[in-house]
């Protein structure tokens, strides 16, 4: 299949076969068994599954955080295995974000400059980093908080920033793992309505979980279980 081909269907991440397998003394663990599964371009899903079922590890092979142990990863028509780990990498920085339960702040580092710092990786002047940072963290109600550390901001301030460190290279994908895990309910639901809201402006949003509730907000829920998947 061509990439325009790609384009009209709306595929923008293929999984094919996909197996991830740790070994275990003679035996092996499935983290995932044999997966396909196609995400296409403008969808809000959750991936929902128990604890141990496999969710994190599909969402890092999704998101090229890591590399099946067989199988195919296909992203915009392009396929993975064929690329290296920079080009991987470079890849993932332009086209992909991720948010964290564990929000994944560096605490030496200011709010300003925790979100500069992907700009800085993907080769933006200082000056433009800054600049894209305190636009993105005013756009999310920040802007009053630049200079503060995580330690000085409670869990919802922490995850705002968390976002604006996702979206300061404008990704077409936003990826999250357990986003609201560690917030209050009412923190959580204004979180998860900046995820409505992105998706609304054109985002790819994934949201890893095992809260049936966030799975009534998401227009597609994937289950997996024993690392396979069982509906999507």
């Known amino acids: 299949m061509g990439a325009a081909m790609a384009r009209k269907n709306g595929e923008l991440i293929k999984l094919e076969k996909v197996c991830k397998i740790y070994p275990m003394g003679e035996d092996k663990l499935y983290a995932l068994n044999n997966v396909d599964l196609v995400i296409n371009r403008g969808e809000f899903s959750s991936i929902l599954g128990p604890s141990g079922s496999g969710k ?18 296909y992203l915009d028509d392009m396929e993975m295995h064929r690329l290296n780990e920079n080009e991987r990498a470079r890849l993932r920085g332009k086209k992909i974000g991720f948010i964290f339960q564990m929000f994944n702040l560096i605490p030496s580092l200011t709010v300003l400059e925790n979100v500069t710092l992907p700009a800085l990786i993907y080769e933006a002047s ?58 209050d309910t009412k923190t959580g639901h204004d979180v998860l309505t900046m995820f409505h809201d992105l998706h609304e402006s054109g985002k790819t949003i994934i949201i890893v979980t095992h809260d049936l509730g966030i799975t009534k907000m998401t227009h597609r829920t994937i289950r997996i279980v024993d690392g396979k998947i069982v509906k999507s």
């Open 126 to 183: 200082t000056e433009e980093a800054e600049a894209k940072a305190r636009k993105t963290l005013e756009n999310i109600g920040m802007e009053q908080r630049l200079f503060h550390y995580p330690n000085q901001l409670s869990g919802g301030q922490r995850q705002r920033v968390a976002i604006a460190r996702a979206l300061i290279n404008d990704p077409e994908i936003i990826f999250a793992d357990e986003p609201t895990g560690n917030l």
């Open 56 to 73: 994190s590890t599909l969402l890092h092979i999704l998101g090229l955080l890591d590399e099946p142990s067989s199988g195919r990863i």
